[in-house]
């Protein structure tokens, strides 16, 4: 049988995020996580876009605007709600500019 993968993509916002279960508080709490990661601060860390793929919880692909002109990518994984898990930083791309695209990493 083949393996099926679906993304969905959405521009931040209140109604895209009730969409999906997912909030721009949620993007904070791993912040802490890519700043020990990447051994930095971010002053400026603002979700702007994202895509989902569901697994046996959510990948979540977040575009996040980390100050000038830089961005980043990162892969936030969400357990099922009966786990009751926290939001865990799978991995992340760094060097990215506003108009590269997201996608599955």
């Known amino acids: 049988e083949a393996h099926r993968t679906c993304l969905s993509t959405a521009r931040i916002s209140t109604q895209a995020c009730s969409a999906f279960g997912f909030s721009l508080a949620s993007v904070a709490e791993v912040k802490p996580h890519l ?6 601060t971010f002053d400026v860390f603002t979700a702007v876009e994202f895509k989902t793929q569901v697994v046996a919880g959510t990948n979540y692909f977040i575009k996040v605007h980390v100050g000038n002109d830089e961005f980043m990518h990162l892969r936030v ?9 926290p939001l865990s930083l799978h991995s992340y791309q760094s060097s990215k500019t506003k108009h590269d ?5």
């Open 35 to 40: 700043e020990a990661k990447e051994g930095k």
């Open 77 to 85: 994984f969400r357990s099922l709600p009966h786990e009751n898990q």
């Open 101 to 105: 695209e997201l996608a599955f990493f």
